[in-house]
């Protein structure tokens, strides 16, 4: 049973570099977020979506891109990596707003030399 | 601002003890919830409580909601080392929807 799932687990990448990171659910949940955790501190949402094709800014948007074609995957784009972008990103799903409780996948560790 | 802080950051205690952490808040909200987070894994839900609900338990966990001190608090009871790790309370606030505010979080350490 798969779950949630995220690719890559470890990246480093160089500042202005393009990254993607992958986030897939087998759920069928209807929400999806994205979250960061820098070191020693609790997570940021960054984006999320209730849809497919339905997304919506979190706390900390800035520099990060969305989409959801599909139910299943919500991938984060890093349009431009600055250090500042290095930390644990955090995949999550739900089922239903103010019910459940949420899902989260193993994370990515992303690192921006 | 964060939504919610625990309190303390860090806790360190014997096994068999009991466990408290503290979470407050600043807005109204529809339910809070706790997380457990182990070094380097993802966050595992622990437990909701709902703003109508008081208390709440799941096997060793007991959560408490105060909302007109807008506080909760997560005991553990009979504590194992295997309970060494982070814990992050959760709010959904009325205003955000779907969407969750996490604190900063506290760290356990249940020594043998």
């Known amino acids: 049973d798969a779950g949630i799932t995220q690719s890559p687990r470890y990246k480093i990448t160089e500042t202005g570099r393009q990254v993607t990171l992958m986030c897939h659910q087998t759920?069928?949940?209807?929400?999806m977020f994205w979250y960061r955790q820098d070191l020693g501190h609790g997570l940021r949402l960054i984006y999320y979506?209730?849809?497919?094709?339905?997304?919506d800014k979190g706390e900390v948007p800035d520099g990060y891109v969305v989409s959801r074609s599909k139910t299943e995957n919500f991938p984060l784009t890093l349009e431009s990596a600055t250090r500042s972008q290095t930390s644990v990103y955090f995949c999550?799903?739900?089922?239903?707003?103010?019910?459940?409780?949420?899902?989260f996948g193993p994370g990515t560790r992303l690192t921006v030399l | 601002s964060q939504q919610g802080e625990e309190d303390p950051q860090a806790l360190s205690i014997q096994e068999g003890e009991n466990a408290t952490m503290n979470c407050s808040y600043k807005?109204?909200?529809?339910?809070l919830q706790w997380y457990r987070q182990n070094s380097g894994r993802g966050l595992v839900h622990l437990i909701l409580i709902r703003s109508n609900e008081r208390e709440k338990h799941s096997g060793r966990l007991r959560v408490t909601l105060d909302t007109s001190k807008k506080s909760s608090s997560l005991l553990i009871t009979a504590s194992r080392a295997a309970d060494t790790a982070s814990y992050f309370c959760?709010?959904?606030?009325?205003?955000?929807?779907?969407?969750?505010?996490f604190g900063e979080g506290t760290q356990l350490t249940v020594n043998p």
């Open positions: 979506s209730a849809a497919a094709d339905i997304t």
């Open positions: 807005t109204s909200i529809n339910n």
């Open positions: 759920w069928s949940h209807s929400y």
């Open positions: 999550a799903s739900s089922g239903i707003a103010g019910l459940n409780e949420q899902f």
């Open positions: 959760a709010t959904e606030q009325e205003t955000s929807g779907s969407r969750l505010t």
